[in-house]
């Protein structure tokens, strides 16, 4: 039977190379932590970002899932699927993040936003990894970012920020890194290119 993994990578372009540490997240959260999961409405597979027990003990939005079709209802049009990959469902209202094809060169990690917002996360595998484990509940615009995830999480519930120190524990002995204080802390400044290129295709934003 194929994985989860090898199925999302598979329907990635050919040349759309997501980086090793991403992969590497993401088999070891399924092959190593048993993370895979089905969404009880429609039982499509998913893979949390951070490990939990079960699907009883899931507390936060952030999953990698295979959503082949998502950006031809973002976008309004089918054939940009070779320049905009989705990776990570990251929001409880329906935002994304994906791999986009810049243009310019090279691959960049980007937020697409429920309500149309776009913005780039980070060009580096590594860090983007990093984004995935800190810990979000939702990530749902960039003002998210700004915060520590456990302040983020005060603002769904009541209940303690779980935390995510397994994911934490793995990175640092895959890695030798660490994850920032805020998501924000990983997004490059300067001009942003991914709004325009969303303009320039779509024209409606």
Not at 38 to 52: E, G, M, R
Not at 156 to 166: C, E, G, K, L
């Amino acid at each position: 039977m194929t994985s989860f993994t090898d199925t999302l990578l598979a329907n990635l372009d050919g040349d759309m190379e997501p980086g090793s540490e991403l992969i590497a997240l993401m088999r070891w959260l399924e092959d190593d932590q048993n993370g895979l999961m089905h969404y009880t409405s429609t039982n499509a597979p998913f893979l949390p970002t951070t490990p939990v027990a079960d699907i009883t003990a899931l507390w936060s939005h952030v999953a990698f899932v295979h959503e082949p079709t998502f950006f031809t209802h973002w976008l309004g049009r089918d054939d940009l699927h070779n320049d905009l990959a989705c990776l990570v469902r990251c929001g409880g209202d329906g935002s994304h993040m994906a791999l986009w094809r810049d243009p310019a060169g090279g691959m960049k990690y980007v937020f697409c936003g429920s309500e149309g917002a776009a913005f780039t996360l980070t060009d580096n595998a590594l860090d983007f990894v990093r984004l995935l484990v800190m810990g979000y509940v939702s990530i749902e615009d960039r003002d998210v970012l700004t915060q520590h995830p456990a302040a983020a999480h005060a603002e769904y519930s009541d209940a303690p920020w779980p935390d995510t120190p397994v994911a934490k524990d793995w990175l640092h002995r895959t890695f030798a890194a660490q994850v920032p204080v805020a998501g924000a802390d990983l997004i490059p400044d300067g001009p942003d290119p991914f709004p325009a290129w969303i303009d320039a295709n779509t024209g409606y934003r």
